[in-house]
């Protein structure tokens, strides 16, 4: 194993009604005026926006509100945020969404926090030395940004869609009611569900360091995802399993899940990044779509791990080699994804990138992770081609 610091600073207030704390919680930070950051619509139509804005008026907290962000939220937004939250002198960014409100609401606040073009520090050209305070209440489980030290912003030019990680950034609280993510779409539910595995597969599958408790947490982590993402889809109204999934939400993305190992792989997150850039796809539904010809791609570099995966998550049955039990494992997390409604390739997908944009993404997911990416299997630019060029239409075994 490795050394490791584990920080999580967010308080959570978890269960039926939490978001009636938040002009409290607000209070108590000591913060004086809040900018409401939020998405498009659904928390207008379900009315929990006008209940957190109750909430503020009753704890006499002032507020100024930005909505509109989109998933993949755009940078555009992020520069109207930073300029309302100065103009209005905010000094707590309220996230009221999912994962792309608050990874917005990220932005803003480093925007607001430090000199310059905020875009920087997604662009790893400099380090944010300051972040504006951020809170959030939870509308998706999913992306765990309401926990986690990262946000991911898309820069409207260009589509290029980039993740900075820094301790600074994360949430002072986070306000978790999982019946506000019972109106989500069952494809929404299902990309949020592939999300949650992903940021547990990821720091899973490597070729440094594990410990044993570290590992035992996280597949049962994933167990209880794969279980509850079969419930849902089969009954959204499930209250217990929206609980299960909105906490393995926040778990497998604040660190708890990868301590003790070499900081994990993420190669399949930089791969998607580049899919959602060009495409603009679901980022859940993205990773489905790349995971398997990854697997398939970095197995043999990663075995042991891969076999331990199928045996301990998938309840594949050791048989044959180790190398067949593990292309079990990657069959049957396929066959998962398919059942919950997820795209194992881009084809599934929707899209049809021609050689070109796959030389283009590889190309940039190449620059964007510095020149290789991995744990399992390090990969540099013709590896992230050969593993784009497997996805884009079915195919059982590498060539």
Excluded at 56 to 67: F, P, V
Excluded at 79 to 105: P, R
Excluded at 169 to 189: D, H, I, K, S
Excluded at 348 to 367: F, N, R, V, Y
Aim: hydrophobic share 40%; with cysteine; proline share 3%.
């Amino acid at each position: 194993m490795f050394n490791f610091n584990y920080y999580t600073p967010t308080k959570i207030i978890f269960g039926k009604d939490a978001e009636k704390q938040t002009g409290e919680l607000v209070k108590n930070t000591g913060c004086k005026k809040v900018l409401l950051h939020y998405g498009c619509g659904s928390v207008i139509r379900s009315g929990l926006l006008d209940r957190i804005r109750t909430s503020l008026n009753e704890s006499s907290i002032s507020y100024t509100e930005l909505g509109g962000v989109v998933p993949n939220p755009r940078l555009s937004l992020v520069y109207k945020g930073i300029e309302l939250c100065k103009k209005e002198h905010a000094d707590l960014i309220l996230a009221v969404g999912g994962g792309s409100v608050i990874d917005s609401s990220k932005a803003i606040a480093y925007g607001v926090a430090n000199e310059g073009d905020v875009w920087d520090f997604y662009d790893h050209t400099r380090h944010a030395s300051a972040c504006l305070p951020v809170a959030a209440v939870l509308t998706i489980a999913a992306a765990g940004s309401e926990m986690s030290n990262s946000s991911v912003i898309t820069k409207d030019e260009g589509k290029i869609k980039r993740g900075y990680n820094h301790d600074l950034c994360r949430p002072v609280f986070a306000v978790m009611n999982p019946e506000l993510t019972m109106t989500l779409p069952a494809y929404q539910t299902a990309c949020g569900c592939t999300d949650i595995l992903m940021h547990t597969m990821e720091r899973y599958f490597t070729n440094g360091g594990n410990m044993e408790l570290t590992d035992a947490i996280a597949e049962a982590l994933m167990r209880t995802v794969i279980r509850n993402a079969r419930i849902l889809n089969e009954n959204p109204a499930d209250y217990n399993a929206r609980a299960e999934i909105m906490w393995a939400s926040s778990l497998s993305h604040n660190g708890l899940t990868g301590c003790g190992s070499d900081g994990g792989d993420f190669a399949t997150h930089a791969l998607e990044h580049e899919i959602g850039g060009m495409f603009d796809v679901a980022h859940g539904a993205g990773l489905a779509a790349i995971w398997g010809s990854w697997a398939r791609y970095v197995l043999k570099d990663c075995l042991k791990r891969f076999h331990r995966f199928a045996v301990n998550v998938m309840g594949i049955e050791d048989y044959g080699t180790q190398e067949e039990t593990a292309l079990k494992g990657i069959e049957a997390m396929e066959d998962f994804y398919r059942s919950i409604g997820m795209p194992v390739n881009m084809q599934e997908l929707g899209i049809s990138p021609d050689d070109g944009q796959l030389q283009t993404m590889a190309h940039m997911c190449s620059i964007a992770s510095g020149g290789s990416k991995g744990s399992a299997k390090k990969l540099q630019e013709k590896d992230m081609l050969h593993i784009y060029r497997m996805a884009v239409k079915p195919r059982t075994c590498l060539s």
